[in-house]
């Protein structure tokens, strides 16, 4: 039976009708009722939820929290920002992340770093190795370019537009968004300085894990790269689980792999003496 929607008590019996229901691209709430990943008790279970093309999310991640991305479709790409949940005008420095760690690309092992010089994450697993800090986000005028329109509630809606409506819900904005890292999709610099896009589809399945090396306000979109080519809007699923987890003990390896890196976990655990 189809339920009208024309008047109140409609409404209401049509969003009754539609408890339980499920689609591909959505959260899982509790997340505690997601099957685990292996290892992982479902009762640590911190965040399950599935990005469609043009999706964003944004949670809010304990210290010691992981997070793994899958680009489930094998052509999703993972524009990410990071704040510190605690002053969120700390957030992901990209150019100090390349810097310090005296290396422009991102895999296992590498720390994203803040303007404050704190590590705000580690990568601690990475299958795509994959990844772009250098070309940012697609804006509006950019997706226009390429599919005739970019507004955020059309067709094409871009990674820049979809920031925005995640970044709202904790109370920021416009001038929040910061240079983002996108995962899956890997950008390399030529020898005579251009920029080229590895844009795939690539093996489905693909997965990056962070651990968060202090309290977190992880941003995500799922839009085109802002290099990427082709003249559809071309985006497969990303799926984002996050658990519990124990914060970097000191002898951890990724901890002690540079002096750099070091004094930015030192750099954290002397706030957290305060």
């Not at 229901?21 to 959260?27: C, F, G, K, L, S």
């Not at 795939?200 to 202090?214: I, K, N, S, Y």
């Given at each position: 039976?189809?339920?009208?929607?024309a008047d109140?008590?409609?409404?209401?019996?049509?969003?009754?009708?539609?408890?339980?229901?499920?689609?591909?691209?959505?959260?899982?709430v509790?997340?505690?009722?997601?099957?685990?990943?292996?290892?992982?008790?479902?009762?640590?279970?911190?965040?399950?939820?599935?990005?469609?093309?043009?999706?964003?999310?944004?949670?809010?991640?304990?210290?010691?929290?992981?997070?793994?991305?899958?680009?489930?479709?094998?052509?999703?790409?993972?524009?990410?920002?990071?704040?510190?949940?605690?002053r969120?005008?700390?957030?992901?420095?990209?150019?100090?992340?390349?810097?310090?760690?005296?290396?422009?690309?991102?895999?296992?092992g590498?720390?994203?770093?803040s303007?404050?010089?704190k590590?705000?994450?580690?990568?601690?697993?990475?299958?795509?190795?994959?990844?772009?800090?250098?070309?940012?986000?697609?804006?509006?005028a950019?997706?226009?370019?390429?599919?005739?329109?970019?507004?955020?509630?059309?067709?094409?809606?871009?990674?820049?537009?979809?920031?925005?409506?995640?970044?709202?819900k904790?109370g920021?904005?416009?001038?929040?968004?910061?240079?983002?890292?996108?995962?899956?999709?890997?950008?390399?610099?030529?020898?005579?300085?251009a920029?080229?896009?590895?844009?795939?589809?690539?093996?489905?399945?693909?997965?990056?894990?962070?651990?968060?090396?202090?309290?977190l306000?992880?941003?995500?979109?799922?839009?085109?790269?802002?290099?990427?080519?082709?003249?559809?809007?071309?985006?497969?699923?990303?799926?984002?689980?996050?658990?519990?987890?124990?914060?970097?003990?000191?002898?951890?390896?990724?901890?002690?792999?540079?002096?750099?890196?070091?004094?930015?976990?030192?750099?954290?655990?002397?706030?957290?003496?305060?």
């Amino acid at each position: 039976m189809t339920l009208s929607t024309a008047d109140p008590y409609g409404a209401q019996a049509h969003a009754r009708a539609m408890a339980g229901t499920r689609v591909e691209a959505m959260p899982t709430v509790p997340a505690t009722a997601a099957p685990p990943p292996p290892g992982v008790a479902a009762r640590d279970l911190l965040w399950v939820e599935t990005l469609a093309a043009g999706g964003y999310a944004a949670k809010r991640l304990n210290r010691g929290a992981r997070m793994r991305m899958t680009d489930v479709g094998g052509d999703a790409c993972a524009a990410m920002l990071i704040f510190s949940a605690e002053r969120p005008v700390e957030r992901l420095n990209v150019a100090d992340t390349l810097k310090v760690q005296w290396n422009a690309y991102l895999g296992q092992g590498r720390l994203l770093l803040s303007d404050m010089g704190k590590v705000l994450a580690s990568v601690v697993e990475d299958t795509a190795q994959t990844h772009d800090a250098f070309c940012g986000a697609s804006n509006e005028a950019s997706n226009a370019r390429r599919y005739g329109d970019g507004f955020n509630w059309g067709d094409h809606p871009n990674a820049r537009d979809r920031f925005m409506l995640a970044l709202a819900k904790f109370g920021l904005g416009r001038k929040d968004i910061h240079p983002c890292i996108n995962w899956f999709k890997g950008v390399k610099v030529g020898e005579d300085g251009a920029t080229h896009l590895e844009v795939g589809p690539f093996t489905p399945g693909r997965q990056v894990t962070l651990r968060a090396e202090m309290d977190l306000i992880v941003v995500l979109t799922n839009c085109p790269h802002v290099l990427d080519p082709r003249p559809a809007y071309s985006a497969t699923p990303l799926q984002v689980t996050a658990w519990r987890g124990a914060p970097t003990p000191a002898d951890d390896p990724i901890r002690l792999a540079t002096p750099e890196g070091l004094r930015a976990f030192l750099n954290v655990e002397d706030d957290l003496q305060r």
